[in-house]
């Protein structure tokens, strides 16, 4: 079955980096579009960024510069690299496979606060 395990969130101050890695098995990872998302307390879950299988890239206005996403077939696994990190970053971030049906991974989460 489809799994999705990601790691390396953490408490980070303004202005850190984290990088996230999500790990997928289950399914043919290089044909999947992957994505990001993010939710705060009390807000809707919302789209990051997002990597098509062949390496077309798109992110939410809020993160765009400060955040990238890569892919790496080989390792099946997918990276968010976050950079010049703000408080309003602070949320659990979830990976998914697939687009707009898909699976989620457990969510990681990242608080940036000084």
């Known amino acids: 079955q489809v799994q999705l395990v990601e790691s390396g969130g953490g408490l980070v101050q303004p202005g850190d980096s984290l990088r996230l890695s999500c790990a997928a098995s289950g399914f043919t990872f290089s044909s999947y579009y992957m994505s990001w998302f993010r939710q705060a307390p009390g807000k809707q879950r919302e789209l990051v960024a997002g990597?098509?299988?062949?390496?077309?890239?798109n992110y939410a206005d809020s993160v765009r510069g400060r955040f990238t996403i890569s892919r790496d077939n080989a390792k099946n696994t997918v990276y968010l690299q976050m950079n010049s990190l703000k408080s309003e970053d602070t949320a659990v971030y979830y990976c998914k496979a697939g687009s707009p049906n898909g699976n989620w991974g457990q969510g990681t989460q990242v608080t940036v606060s000084s």
């Open positions: 990597i098509t299988s062949n390496g077309r890239l």
